[in-house]
């Protein structure tokens, strides 16, 4: 794993150290600090900080490398792993567009490796799994972007959704999200008992959506995204606001779009391993706050679950969708894993099967 000291790099590696089919593990770190006073809930594990020349030298005997890195790093070293015979998923967000054009109108630099782009697959395991099975090179979604993009396939692929106007999304991180660089206004002390607003001038990952939701919808989609830390480590919930279709053929209500929900996803183990539609009715009267109807980021901890809950608001016209995941686990980590398991023919859920805290 070329990157492991950051929150979903150390995530990762608690993955891999109880998955079954997983041997050796090389880990890189361009700190002096040791992996078990960088990770201390790994101590015991036994792993080391090894240099990135370490794991270069030793490609050709790799079957998988994992990238945890900043923007820009993946593009210039996956080459490297690949040439070897290795495959390579990216964590990070070098490989997420298709082409360089649109990489650097979202992070205002060139692509260094092009050539690579066309090759890539997007890793949004339910949506893209056939073609992971074969992919050489994997670049996993970003955590808002899968949140997001979950939530919304069903109503996507059954035309629910008016695509003339925007999509609105407002999603709240947990200060993991923020990195693992400390800052003042990410510290517990600022966060603690507040809602750290940012990037509200157009969030990466929004073009990312907006990217892979045109292609699913067939045509232009637009959004309009906010987001927010909120005081809690881990976790991403999406509150996703859309117009419905004039000429959807079926009236909506909660009811009938969870219907549609379980009828794409499952129920259970059943379909969609790790995405479970919320499917309790109602029960009181009209403006109850019942809580029990959508998600709650806090059941996700630790887990590589999606939660999705639905609603319908007659008066405006509009659907709700709630979409919640552990940003560490299905929105990097897990959802890494469940590529890999993909990539392998393991078990999709191999290693991943524990529940929230």
Do not use: W
């Amino acid at each position: 794993m070329i990157g492991a000291s950051g929150y979903a790099g150390g995530e990762l590696c608690r993955l891999l150290l109880q998955h079954e089919h997983v041997g050796t593990i090389m880990v890189t770190s361009r700190s002096a600090i040791p992996f078990e006073q960088t990770h201390p809930n790994l101590a015991g594990c036994g792993l080391e900080f090894v240099t990135f020349e370490a794991a270069a030298a030793a490609a050709k005997s790799l079957d998988v490398v994992f990238f945890s890195t900043p923007s820009g790093q993946a593009m210039n070293q996956a080459g490297i792993f690949l040439d070897a015979g290795c495959r390579v998923i990216d964590l990070g967000p070098d490989f997420r567009f298709p082409n360089a054009e649109a990489y650097k109108a979202v992070y205002g630099c060139d692509h260094a490796a092009p050539e690579l782009l066309g090759q890539t697959v997007y890793g949004a395991t339910e949506i893209y799994r056939d073609r992971i099975r074969d992919a050489q090179l994997i670049a996993n979604p970003g955590c808002y972007a899968l949140t997001c993009l979950l939530g919304l396939l069903p109503a996507v692929r059954a035309g629910v959704l008016d695509f003339s106007g925007d999509i609105h999304v407002s999603a709240t991180n947990g200060t993991t999200g923020s990195s693992s660089t400390p800052s003042r206004e990410t510290s517990h002390v600022s966060v603690a008992n507040g809602m750290l607003p940012y990037s509200l001038n157009g969030h990466r990952h929004g073009p990312e959506m907006e990217y892979y939701l045109s292609t699913l919808a067939g045509h232009s989609v637009s959004l309009v995204m906010n987001t927010f830390h909120g005081p809690f480590p881990r976790g991403i919930q999406a509150v996703i606001t859309a117009k419905p279709c004039r000429d959807y053929p079926a009236p909506l209500s909660r009811g009938a779009l969870t219907e549609l929900y379980l009828k794409a996803y499952g129920s259970g183990t059943g379909g969609e391993y790790f995405i479970v539609v919320n499917p309790f009715e109602r029960q009181g009267k009209k403006n109850d706050k019942e809580y029990h109807l959508y998600p709650n980021v806090a059941r996700l901890a630790g887990s590589n679950f999606c939660h999705i809950g639905l609603d319908f608001d007659p008066e405006r016209s509009r659907v709700k969708i709630v979409s919640a995941i552990d940003n560490l686990g299905k929105g990097a980590a897990g959802s890494a894993v469940q590529n890999m398991n993909v990539m392998f023919e393991f078990c999709e859920q191999t290693g991943l099967r524990a529940f929230g805290l």
